[in-house]
């Protein structure tokens, strides 16, 4: 599942699309034109679906899996609407919203001139990869190493980088699990054959 805003002709806000997998395929399965991106509209779609599929086979939608961006209010649709589905955040959006981050900081100079603050970001931007388990004790490492507080000490902005990783994707709204890859085939790792 994924949504664009920039193709979205007025008066819409978003253009959400949902592709699913049939025998190795990736097809589309809805183009939705929507007005906001409230939780009550994403329920609406994915009932509209859920309707839709129930009278063409006769049986529910019920997807293993959904791999989706970290918004909020389309998980807790998901999660709603498909309680028994697993959803799993698109690796390529968990990476794009750290490095949002990293510029709104002001830290791209700093990535782009010295490498060990490079090296430090794609750390982080790697976590990842590591088995869920151990996520949470390498990011306290990682933040602890004598490296890094001397990095902290000369980029302040690093501090509030590890921060926001941290409130939310290693003890805040988006769990681990949701956008940790480690046990993902190669090709549910994103969602950018929707884009």
Not at 20 to 48: D, E, F, W
Request: glycine share 4%; net charge positive; hydrophobic share 40%.
């Amino acid at each position: 599942m994924d949504a664009t805003f920039r193709t979205a002709p007025r008066p819409y806000e978003q253009v959400f699309t949902i592709l699913g997998q049939y025998y190795g395929r990736v097809l589309p399965l809805a183009i939705v034109l929507m007005t906001n991106r409230a939780i009550g509209h994403y329920r609406q779609v994915l009932q509209v679906i859920q309707c839709k599929i129930r009278h063409a086979t006769g049986s529910e939608w019920e997807p293993e899996a959904i791999v989706c961006d970290f918004e909020q209010a389309l998980i807790t649709a998901i999660q709603t609407e498909l309680p028994n589905t697993r959803i799993e955040g698109c690796y390529f959006h968990f990476n794009q919203s750290l490095w949002r981050h990293v510029k709104d900081l002001g830290l791209t100079r700093a990535y782009r001139n010295h490498e060990r603050v490079k090296k430090l970001i794609r750390k982080v931007m790697s976590i990842g990869f590591l088995p869920t388990a151990i996520v949470r004790n390498n990011f306290a490492l990682l933040r602890t190493e004598n490296r890094t507080r001397r990095l902290f000490r000369r980029y302040p902005s690093l501090v509030e980088f590890f921060n926001y990783v941290f409130n939310n994707y290693i003890n805040g709204n988006f769990p681990v699990t949701l956008w940790n890859v480690y046990d993902r085939d190669m090709d549910c790792r994103t969602n950018n054959n929707a884009e």
